[in-house]
């Protein structure tokens, strides 16, 4: 059984960092590309940060470009989003998702391509 389990989020001023953390078990993770995605209140949800299986490429939405960083750690298990100089639209649910294919990462900012989600962490940004 897949499970994808989320933490870290809160709350954070303007400027400010969070680290999100993604615990993932039920499967092979090292085969597997995982990403980041959110969903702010009334708004689609949005693709934020991908890496591939292995962890030799990462991508990221021009929206959190240069502020965000995603790793995969598989001996744990784990994927972790840091999320530095936070402003208030990143405010909103963040979702680890886990990849369809096996050593596979393609049309990755298409939510669509990911067929497990986690439960999602809240993040708010805010003075």
């Known amino acids: 059984q897949v499970q994808l389990v989320e933490s870290g989020g809160g709350l954070a001023q303007p400027g400010g960092s969070l680290t999100l953390s993604c615990a993932a078990s039920?499967?092979?993770?090292?085969?597997?590309?995982m990403s980041w995605a959110r969903r702010a209140p009334g708004k689609e949800v949005e693709w934020v940060a991908g890496?591939?299986?292995?962890?030799?490429?990462?991508y990221y939405s021009e929206s959190v470009k240069d502020r965000f960083t995603i790793s995969k750690n598989n001996a744990n298990n784990t994927i972790v989003l840091q999320m530095n100089n936070l402003r208030p639209e990143d405010t909103a649910r963040y979702y680890c998702l886990k990849y369809r294919l096996k050593r596979y990462f393609a049309d990755y900012e298409k939510v669509g391509e990911y067929e497990y989600w986690g439960k999602g962490t809240q993040v708010t940004v805010s003075s």
């Open positions: 039920g499967f092979w993770f090292s085969e597997f590309a």
């Open positions: 890496i591939t299986h292995d962890s030799s490429h990462k």
